[in-house]
């Protein structure tokens, strides 16, 4: 915690008053987890299930911002602690590089999810959700993805937990179900010098189809194109980065 530098604790104060606006009796299921009654794997399924209801990008947009509203300031301390934690594991020069992508991914997007949110973009949202096989996909994978990262050894118990990793894939829905958009970063470079990339309204990404074992990764459900390798020589990642996101979330 002491070692989180003054541009990730000024995003974590400036996100107080935008979470503060909100009206948390909106919130989604996934609210009270300090409820001795909480049961992780009932509100996880019934967060996967409202997500699912959803029939228009809109739709979708209001019910992730409802669902984020459940998460204190507390709770996005600790998410973005673990983020830090996770990308000093990787090695430099690596790590200087892809530590901003990572900080757009989490919580760049949150700052643009509660935005939209409460300007009412989402009411104005009314197209279907593109992609709804995929879409259906996800909210298949969502439950069980969000107990695969649990650690018993983990020295924090706070880093390691359901609804942290809940909070990622939410935040992904909204990229790449609402916005259309990759779900990480355009930009957003790999080991090997190769980076996702945009052409006019598409986008392409070198690991795209080369998740599919890692049944819980995002990069199954990503809007973007997988890239050619013609000359690439087969770039591959590193450190504890699976479909692109560390461990934490």
């Known amino acids: 915690m002491a070692e989180w530098d003054d541009t990730y604790l000024f995003f974590v104060s400036a996100k107080t008053n935008l979470l503060q606006m909100q009206d948390t009796s909106e919130a989604g299921t996934a609210i009270a987890v300090r409820d001795d009654r909480y049961d992780p794997?009932?509100?996880?399924?019934?967060?996967?299930?409202?997500?699912?209801?959803?029939?228009?990008?809109?739709?979708?947009?209001?019910?992730?911002?409802?669902?984020?509203?459940?998460?204190?300031?507390?709770?996005?301390?600790?998410?973005?602690?673990?983020?830090?934690?996770?990308?000093?594991?990787?090695?430099?020069?690596?790590?200087?590089?892809?530590?901003?992508?990572?900080?757009?991914?989490?919580?760049?997007?949150?700052?643009?999810?509660?935005?939209?949110?409460?300007?009412?973009?989402?009411?104005?949202?009314?197209?279907?959700?593109?992609?709804?096989?995929?879409?259906?996909?996800?909210?298949?994978?969502?439950?069980?993805?969000?107990?695969?990262?649990?650690?018993?050894?983990?020295?924090?118990?706070?880093?390691?937990?359901?609804?942290?990793?809940?909070?990622?894939?939410?935040?992904s829905a909204f990229t790449m179900f609402v916005l259309e958009k990759p779900g990480h970063p355009v930009g957003m470079p790999f080991p090997g010098g190769f980076s996702i990339e945009q052409r006019g309204r598409d986008y392409y990404c070198l690991i795209r189809d080369k998740e599919k074992e890692v049944f819980w990764s995002i990069c199954n459900f990503c809007p973007a194109h997988q890239t050619e390798e013609s000359g690439s020589k087969g770039a591959k990642k590193e450190g504890p980065v699976h479909g692109g996101a560390p461990c934490s979330v």
Not at 60 to 68: H, N, S, W, Y
Not at 128 to 154: H, N, Q, Y
């Open 41 to 171: 794997v009932t509100a996880i399924r019934d967060t996967a299930a409202r997500l699912q209801s959803a029939r228009t990008n809109g739709e979708l947009g209001t019910i992730v911002a409802q669902e984020i509203t459940g998460y204190s300031l507390f709770d996005l301390q600790i998410i973005g602690g673990r983020l830090n934690s996770d990308i000093e594991k990787l090695p430099s020069p690596y790590r200087e590089a892809i530590r901003p992508y990572f900080r757009e991914q989490i919580f760049g997007q949150h700052h643009e999810l509660l935005s939209m949110y409460r300007r009412g973009t989402f009411d104005r949202m009314s197209d279907p959700i593109r992609d709804r096989e995929s879409f259906d996909k996800f909210c298949a994978m969502l439950p069980e993805g969000c107990f695969v990262w649990i650690e018993t050894g983990e020295r924090n118990p706070y880093f390691q937990n359901p609804k942290n990793r809940l909070f990622y894939y939410l935040i």
